[in-house]
């Protein structure tokens, strides 16, 4: 079961930190938690992934529960352009990755 | 270092006909994934390739639907006898080595196939 849950939809202030949560409370000890984003109809666009540790990159961070069982993605500074849809996302047992229905992100001029 | 690359952008073909949508993976990558996205409904899995294998296929339809990945050249995904239904985005992934789980799989920007 590589199930997450994620909000449907959320919004933010342009300039304003954008925090997305997902609920991965079945994870496994090895399996890692990926976030992926799909602006209007490109493909999607790879962000972050962590395992146990907190990451950060130049995109995004990502902060994952002691538990393992959450994580939050966390864009700094919205822009118009991170309007996008976010996937929160395990890689299952046969090393696929499974789409859920991802937290809709509208970014507020 | 180029992304991955998948042609034709837009494909058109009328019913019956074949469609045949490439994807050249990152360099260095050797897994590649395919998935369709029909209008305003989420990505599903297709088909896992790793050179000249096909790893898992679970997410194929049964007929008409048929996936390649040879040891030269891009992954070619077939659709035989084209039906409206069919019309969707196909986009591929690439990734290093999955089965550490620490690669993530790179997107192209897709084919977007429409039937008439």
């Known amino acids: 079961d590589a199930k997450t849950t994620q909000p449907p939809s959320m919004d933010c202030a342009e300039g304003r930190a954008a925090n997305l949560p997902c609920n991965h409370s079945t994870i496994s000890g090895n399996e890692y938690v990926y976030w992926y984003r799909q602006i209007h109809s490109q493909g999607p666009q790879y962000i972050i992934h962590g395992l146990k540790n907190n990451e950060t990159n130049e995109m995004a961070s990502l902060i994952i529960t002691e538990d393992r069982k959450s994580s939050t993605l966390i864009l700094p500074h919205a822009t118009l352009r991170d309007t996008a849809v976010y996937y929160c996302?395990?890689?299952?047992?046969?090393?696929?990755?499974?789409f859920g229905s991802g937290t809709r992100l509208l970014v507020r001029p | 270092n180029a992304g991955v690359m998948q042609n034709p952008r837009h494909l058109v073909r009328r019913r019956g006909q074949e469609a045949r949508l490439r994807c050249s993976p990152m360099k260095g990558h050797s897994h590649v994934y395919w998935y369709r996205q029909l209008p305003e409904e989420g990505l599903k899995f297709m088909v896992y390739l790793q050179k000249e294998n096909i790893i898992d296929e679970s997410g194929m339809p049964k007929e008409r639907f048929s996936a390649e990945f040879p040891k030269e050249g891009p992954s070619i995904l077939r659709i035989q006898q084209v039906v409206r239904g069919d019309s969707a985005a196909y986009f591929c992934?690439?990734?290093?080595?999955?089965?550490?789980?620490?690669?993530?799989?790179?997107f192209g920007n897709g084919t977007r196939l429409t039937v008439t």
């Open positions: 992934a690439s990734s290093t080595n999955v089965r550490d789980r620490d690669s993530p799989l790179h």
């Open positions: 996302i395990r890689m299952d047992s046969s090393y696929k990755l499974i």
